[in-house]
């Protein structure tokens, strides 16, 4: 052993007291500290995972999966491959033998049905065609029922009709931009992509409305807020404690419930009309209309997110120094200057971080929409929602969720190149 108590090897390498080279030694316990350190966050890791990341692989897939018409109809898919469906003839006798033969084993396998949801979401009225038609091609022989052609238009005479091969056609692809097309109120054609009707267009008139109204709300939470947040900042400690209950208060009520209330003073007689009326302010038979319109959804919406909006400021405002504003006005500057050159510069972060929250919040909100907000004044959440619970069209709530996420992304990045996202705090 050295003078310096250390272990030195015939080649000259410093070793540790188990006789290994102490540089390897070292490694092997910075290697197990960092094994320590992943077992200690894996649960972590795995609940973003299977929460959040996987739920949102998931959404990205099913907004461009469309395996159904291939899987349903394999052979009818790859004989129609041939077909030219711009020509405005019928398919061959080959076409409509393979499609007899695949609706022969779907319709045992009830597949047959599934296919008809899928495919009446591009063109109406195929569902029941499938439905139909199933019952009576079941009883079909691809041995002594030919030709096929003339039988299929016998059961039904859209078998006849040109549109009903291109919808199968345009459609079994295994993946498609079908989805987002109709997202943005386009559609898939054989001739490409092609605007809906003018009846149908609806999803970018509600994707404009979510986003301008979740600004308003934004807003409006902001000019509420700041100065209950103010004030919660610079009341002594136990009054501060009762507003701050207050401003709490609602989280310990359902969400439902708060929606409903607001409901019940919104409507024409409800709280709100019946005091003006008496009041005088407002003739009985001229009641304010208040509800099931966009005015509706704010004020609910405005109300519910309004704490998000006071607790990132309040604790922001917290760490401002009232010295600050003594020493401003100690050099000559009004109140209203020392509060416009300091103070506000300084609660700017909080600002940031309220409204990030409150706008992210109110865009995916369902719930007080679709109760106050009447055909006006709901969001593209609720199309998600109805799509997922009511139509069954996956498909298109994955690709409408998909464009929301896309668009909140380019906001946030959008943001932080204005403001910054480092300037964002919550205390």
């Excluded at 910075?30 to 890791?45: D, H, N, Q, W």
């Excluded at 591009?122 to 199933?134: A, D, H, N, Q, V």
């Excluded at 700041?226 to 404690?241: D, F, M, T």
């Excluded at 120094?321 to 009004?334: D, E, H």
Aim: with cysteine.
């Amino acid at each position: 052993m050295s003078e310096t108590g250390q272990n030195t090897g015939q080649n000259g390498l410093v070793l540790a007291a188990d006789g290994t080279p102490l540089k390897k030694s070292l490694a092997r316990s910075l290697r197990v500290e960092k094994l320590r350190a992943l077992a200690l966050i894996a649960p972590l890791l795995l609940f973003v995972l299977f929460s959040f990341i996987w739920p949102i692989g998931e959404m990205l897939f099913r907004s461009v999966d469309n395996r159904d018409v291939g899987e349903v109809l394999p052979k009818t898919v790859a004989v129609l491959k041939d077909w030219d469906g711009t020509s405005g003839e019928l398919p061959d006798e080959t076409v409509y033998k393979a499609f007899t033969a695949d609706m022969l084993v779907a319709i045992d396998a009830k597949q047959h049905t599934k296919l008809g949801r899928r495919l009446n979401y591009e063109t109406s009225g195929i569902s029941s065609l499938f439905r139909k038609s199933g019952r009576k091609i079941k009883k079909l022989d691809l041995e002594t029922d030919g030709p096929f052609k003339e039988a299929l238009i016998k059961i039904d005479k859209k078998w006849g009709d040109v549109e009903t091969w291109k919808a199968i056609q345009t459609h079994s692809v295994k993946y498609t931009d079908g989805y987002y097309l109709a997202a943005i109120d386009m559609q898939r054609t054989p001739e490409g992509a092609a605007a809906q009707s003018e009846d149908k267009r609806i999803m970018m008139t509600l994707f404009k409305r979510t986003l301008w109204m979740s600004m308003i709300i934004t807003g409006m939470c902001v000019l509420l807020g700041y100065p209950v947040a103010w004030i919660l900042a610079n009341l002594p400690a136990r009054s501060a404690n009762l507003l701050m209950i207050l401003v709490l208060l609602p989280f310990w009520t359902s969400l439902l419930v708060r929606t409903s209330a607001w409901k019940v003073m919104l409507q024409q007689q409800g709280v709100i009309n019946e005091v003006l009326v008496w009041l005088g302010m407002v003739a009985d038979d001229s009641r304010l209309v208040i509800i099931n319109n966009q005015f509706g959804t704010i004020t609910a919406m405005t109300h519910i997110l309004l704490p998000f909006m006071i607790l990132p400021m309040y604790s922001v405002m917290q760490t401002i120094q009232p010295t600050y504003l003594r020493a401003a006005k100690s050099l000559g500057a009004t109140n209203w200057t020392a509060f416009w050159r300091v103070y506000f510069p300084q609660s700017i972060p909080g600002i940031g971080a309220g409204s990030i929250l409150v706008f992210i919040l109110s865009i995916g909100y369902y719930i007080t929409p679709e109760i106050v907000g009447g055909a006006k004044g709901v969001f593209i959440s609720n199309r998600i929602a109805y799509h997922i619970s009511s139509s069954g069209n996956w498909g298109l709530a994955a690709a409408l969720g998909a464009i929301l996420l896309a668009v909140v992304l380019v906001l946030y990045w959008v943001y932080d190149k204005i403001v910054g996202i480092d300037n964002v705090k919550l205390g």
